[in-house]
Structure formats: structure tokens, C-alpha cells
């Protein structure tokens, strides 16, 4: 059971990582009409994040940078939880900036409704990667702590034979 849901869990995550990867990889180099789609979500957001800088291309590139960087390190299975959680740090703002079907007129508010909805399921996925801890790890620290506890109970006992042997 163990090794099937293990090759799930690598098998998932490999599937997820190609389209941050791919994603990443235009906003970085070709940020075109993104920076335009972006500008109005990071006006609100510079309101909460005043030293966030003014050169929205520079933040969308930074933003794809990191969705590539953490994708290619999510696909390869480096440090998957940390990466899950920098690409659900990067998809909030990309899916308000790039999804705002609350301001469109049908039929486009429907496709934008789409999309958004696409990638709440994306950010559910990797917050099921965030919040899974990899089997061998915690067997490994729930070993290490038996271990730690028998060695003191044994410690101790020892010490409570020799005081015992001493007595004698």
C-alpha cells in the first residue's frame, strides 16, 4: 500500500509541475500582456505592500521566475512541500490578476470563471502537497524518538542498578 501511494503522490506532483513550468517559463521571458492584465490587482496590492516596487514587469517576471524555478524543483521532487507552497504563494495574484470574471460581461466572464475555478483546483492540489509529509520522514522521526526514549528508560535503569548494587 505504501508504494502505491507513494507512486500517486510522485506521479501527482509530476503531473502539476508542467504547467507552472510552462507558465513560468512565458512570463519570464515574454511577460507582453500580462504586465497590462496585472497592473490593476498590483496597485491593490502595493496598497498593503507599500515597498512591493513600481516596475510591474520586473514583478511579473520575479513571478514567473519563481513559478518556473519552483515547477522544474516540484517536478524533480526537490523539496516538494516548500515548492508546492511558493507556487500557491505565486498562483493567488496570477489567478486574481489573470481571472477576474467579476469585472467581465458574459460571454467572457463565463471562460474567466473557468479559468479562475482551474486554478482554485491547482492551489487545492498543491496545498495537498503542502500539508502531506513524505512516509520515510516521518517513520524516520518517529524511530528517532522511540530510540531516544528507550535509551533514557534504559539509562535510567541502569542508574537505578548500580545504586541498588551499591546499597548492597
Known sequence: MALGSSLLRTVGRMATA????IGGYGALTKPG?????AAPTLEKI?????????DDELLVRINGGIQLAA?????????PRLSALALAGSLIPTTLAGHAFWEDEEPEASAQKM????NLAALGGL????????TRHAIA???DKAARKAEKRGFREGKDAV???QRS
Open 71 to 79: 515547477g522544474t524543483t516540484l517536478l524533480l521532487g526537490i523539496k
Open 115 to 118: 479559468q479562475f475555478a482551474k
Open 18 to 21: 508542467p504547467i507552472f513550468i
Open 127 to 134: 496545498l495537498v502537497i503542502v500539508g502531506t509529509e513524505d
Open 33 to 37: 500582456g500580462r504586465v497590462q492584465m
Open 46 to 54: 502595493r496598497e498593503y505592500v507599500p515597498v512591493l516596487p513600481d
Open 141 to 143: 522521526k518517529a524511530a
Open 163 to 165: 545504586r541498588e548494587a
